[in-house]
């Protein structure tokens, strides 16, 4: 069996581009639709003159993430809010499912992470000690401190967090 047709037989996770400032709305509507989705989101305080509050924000605005077979497809398309899967030419592209784990554990870790500014690439890792054991990504060294770098690429978006160089093999 070639790979295309594998691939068309398994679930992937693919990223999706919402209208901005619908990723929680439309990941709620996605998961109503018995579908699985990934919304990333980042603790943030925001203050007001009489009062703050915590509020949860997408990490990656405008994005978030579904786990389909490509034929599904139209079944995400549907759903208000969605302007489009990202891939291609036309053809879907799959986000690695290190790529979604990564976040995802760097996330639960409570590690205090940063997002980068620009898209990030580095040496491919992965982590061997630690919260984010397992974990696979990019290394960088900036500034005599070594920041893990964990990246979707199809969005060209990246979250650093430092780690010790004892922590990592290379790839």
Known sequence: MNHFKESCLMENWFAVYTQVRHEKKVSKEIENRDIETYLPLRQQTSYWKDRKKIVHLPLFPGYLFVKIRPEKRTDV??????????????????????????????????????????????????????????????????????????????????????????QVDLL
């Open 77 to 166: 398309l549907k759903v208000p809010g969605i302007v489009r899967i990202l891939g291609v030419n036309g053809e879907l592209t799959p986000v690695p499912e290190y790529q979604i784990e990564g976040i995802k554990e760097l996330l639960e870790s409570g590690l205090k992470y940063e997002i980068a500014k620009q898209y990030v690439s580095g040496r491919e890792v992965e982590v061997t000690k630690g919260l984010l054991a397992g974990t696979e990504g990019k290394i960088i060294e900036l500034r005599g401190h070594y920041k893990l770098i964990l990246s979707v690429d199809i969005i060209k978006r990246s979250i650093l967090v430092e780690v010790g160089i004892d």
